[in-house]
Structures are given as C-alpha cells and as structure tokens.
C-alpha cells in the first residue's frame, strides 16, 4: 500500500517511498533497458498492447506493464514505442494517435465511473477507483530514470488532496488545428510552458454549436488533430531550447499531463462537461529559492512574447 503522510493541517500529502531509489538505472548494477524489445521478461506482464504479437513477447508497438517501482497503489507504464531514442517529436503521427488512444484506454480503464471501463468485468473485479492522472516525464531534467521514452498512468485515492490547476483561459494562442488550440496561458508558472484544449472558438464549433467533449470520447478526427498539435508543439518547444545558448548547456527536456476532472459520486459524466486539457511544462529553468520556500512560481518569459515566438516557428 502506498504510504500517504500529511502535514498537520491535513491539507498536503506527500507519498514516502524509499524502494524507487533502487529503480532500474539508478541502482549500480550492470544495466540492460526493460523498455526494449527482447527484454519483456524485465517487465511485469503486460496488461495492455497496440501491434501483432503474443503478449508479453515482442512485436508490441506500445506497451503498458505495472510499475515494478509504483508510487501509488495503480501505477502502469506506458512504453511509447519499441525505439530506445525516438519519441512524440520523431514519430510518424499514427504512432502519436496509438498514443493518445492508448491513453484514453487506460483513462477509461480506471475511471471512477465504472460504466467508462473499456471491458465488461464483474463488479467485484478488485479494481481501486480513483482520480486518474497520465504524464510523461521527457529526460533525465524531467525526473526520469529510464531514457527510453514512456509515459505513465497513476490513480490517487479519491480521499487524498491534489492541486492540479483548472483550466485557464485559452489567450496567446499559437497554433489552431481542428477543435483544439495550443497556447501560452496569460497564467504561467514555467518559461514557454503550453496548454492544449479543445477551441471554443474554433470555426467548427461555432458553426455547429458544438460543446466541449469528453477527453474518453474523442472522435477519430479529434485524436488525429490532437496527436498533430501535441507533436508540432513540442517539434516547436525542442527549436526554442536548441537555439538559446542558456537552455541548451542541458538536453532537452519536459514534462506534460493530462488533466480530466473528477465527477461527484453519483453524478453521470455525462451531465458535467469536462474541461480537460493537456499540459506541457519545458523544463528550461530550475526552480530556485525564492519558488521553494514561497510556493510562488517566478517565469522570466512573457506568455505572449513566447506564444508570438512559438507561432513564428
């Protein structure tokens, strides 16, 4: 069981897990990538597959195993292709599209709203339920400790508090494609961090009026125009960082997440509209002292001067 420690007032947690310094890569030992093809003994059995092949054997071309080194209680690995090096930015966009349906399937999976799941198990399919959060950690400056490219899926207790930000407004936009927009909120915590959500604004809502839809709903169209937007982002993100002289003494690298609200108990999904975004944090800066002890963000890059230069890319 995952180890959730608050501090007195109850309103922050944190998770004590001293068993993931002895991760793959960071333990000293002779190193061979569990992520590669050839090594699916590495991993435990796979609980999900795109491609040909027997499972746990290769011939996948993503993967999802539980995480040996979980953080919490449901935590899997979303291993994005079977190439060591290549990722988002260097695939073909079919690979992208498997991605984020790949996501949507895991999203669905362990939803708290069990009509969602993506099979039909007994009721008593042993399955915990609870906020379900998708991330990618890109590179060793991201808090990554393989580098093969991966995803990975984490569901948090219903019970335990989480802060991630409301969507913010859609301004400073940068690209347009399809229903979704990227942008650089006027709200920034990160230099040329974006977002990216489904337009409002766009012309194919307005016309057809249009509301926003379920991220587990996305229509064909909408994942093929959200893998484009997701890659010509971060293709635009790797540009800025490879031509500053300062971001560039270290790799490159991001976070991003996706972020679906949770529903009341109770209450059918369908009845609230999700505001759900995606958001993607270049890890160019370090966090310093004064964001330590404050909790106050400090982003040296105005959201619209970094839109405008995204947008010339």
């Known amino acids: 069981m995952a180890n959730y420690i608050s501090d007195f007032t109850k309103s922050r947690f944190m998770v004590s897990n001293p068993a993931r310094t002895a991760r793959t890569g960071m333990d000293g030992k002779p190193f061979r990538c569990p992520f590669c093809p050839g090594n699916e003994i590495d991993t435990p059995p796979e609980t999900y597959r795109v491609g040909p092949g027997e499972p746990n054997k290769s011939g996948w071309e993503i993967r999802v195993v539980p995480n040996k080194f979980a953080i919490t209680d449901i935590h899997e690995v979303i ?44 009721q008593n399919d042993g399955r915990r339920k609870g906020k379900v959060f998708i991330f990618h950690n890109y590179s060793l400056v991201s808090g990554a400790s393989l580098i093969h490219p991966h995803s990975q899926v984490s569901v948090v207790p219903t019970d335990i508090p989480t802060s991630t930000l409301a969507l913010q407004p859609i301004t400073n936009i940068v690209e347009q494609i399809g229903d979704f927009a990227s942008y650089c909120p006027d709200y920034s915590e990160w230099a040329y961090e974006v977002w990216i959500a489904e337009n409002p604004k766009s012309e194919i809502r307005r016309s057809k009026q249009i ?69 993607i944090i270049p890890r160019f800066m370090e966090r310093a002292g004064f964001e330590l002890s404050t909790g106050i963000m400090v982003n040296s890059i105005d959201p619209k001067s970094a839109s405008a230069e995204l947008k010339n890319i």
């Open 211 to 279: 509301q926003n839809s379920n991220f587990k709903d996305l229509n064909e169209n909408q994942i093929e125009d959200l893998a484009t937007i997701l890659q010509s982002a971060i293709r635009k993100l790797k540009k800025i960082h490879g031509s500053n002289p300062h971001y560039s003494k270290k790799p490159f690298g991001y976070n991003f997440y996706i972020s679906v609200p949770s529903h009341p108990k109770g209450v059918q999904s369908e009845a609230i509209p999700e505001s759900w975004y995606l958001r």
């Open 79 to 122: 291993i994005h292709s079977s190439d060591h090096e290549k990722n988002i930015e260097d695939f073909e966009i079919h690979q992208v599209e498997n991605l984020i349906k790949t996501y949507i399937n895991r999203f669905k999976y362990w939803s708290l709203d069990s009509s969602s799941s993506t099979s039909s198990p007994p």
